[in-house]
């Protein structure tokens, strides 16, 4: 089984994550990065859905 590490503190990762574009976060870090970054990162993933969904539907 694959350990997910926290690209940021490197502890493994059990149970929830978030895995954005600027890589694997444990909940804890995610929460004490700037409110940009994870807009930014939010817009990333929902861009890529979106895109994902249009090449689905073609
Ligand atoms: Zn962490």
Do not use: R
Request: a positive charge; aromatic letters at 6%; glycine letters at 10%.
């Amino acid at each position: 089984m694959k350990v997910i590490k926290c690209k940021q503190c490197g502890i493994e990762i059990k149970g929830g994550f978030y895995n954005t574009p600027n890589g694997v976060f444990c909940p804890d870090c995610w929460e004490k990065k700037p409110k940009e970054v994870k807009d930014k990162a939010l817009s990333d993933v929902l861009k890529g859905m979106a895109m994902l969904g249009k090449m689905v539907s073609e």
